[in-house]
């Protein structure tokens, strides 16, 4: 069982940055491959950004690259998913989640970009 916990989510104006947060606890984290998921009123969810926590390159939706940066803390088990030059359509539900055999979820952090 693992357990994600995401926070820093809020509302800024578009060319704001903010940075997300997903702890991760539980048995084995460490194999999990975790990424950030978004979902925006009225759409599917999509993939935002990957990384693996035994090592490897972070990987991006074309959406967001060159504006959002993944990184990972192995000590705490923490992701973080730094956003920068904020657009309105970045506005969406941000989802922390943790793949292996079984895929985990976050409850969510409510991220809103205003024009």
């Known amino acids: 069982q693992v357990q994600l916990v995401e926070s820093g989510g809020g509302l800024v104006q578009a060319g704001g940055s903010l940075r997300l947060s997903c702890a991760a606890s539980?048995?084995?984290?460490?194999?999990?491959?975790m990424a950030w998921f978004r979902q925006a009123p009225g759409k599917e969810r999509e993939f935002v950004a990957g990384?693996?926590?035994?090592?490897?390159?972070?990987y991006y939706a074309d959406s967001v690259k060159d504006r959002f940066t993944l990184s990972r803390d192995n000590v705490k088990n923490t992701v973080y998913l730094q956003m920068n030059s904020l657009k309105s359509e970045d506005t969406a539900v941000y989802y922390c989640?943790?793949?292996?055999?079984?895929?985990?979820w976050g409850q969510g952090t409510q991220v809103t970009v205003s024009s």
């Open positions: 989640q943790a793949r292996d055999l079984i895929t985990y």
């Open positions: 539980g048995r084995n984290v460490i194999r999990y491959r």
């Open positions: 990384i693996a926590w035994s090592g490897g390159n972070p």
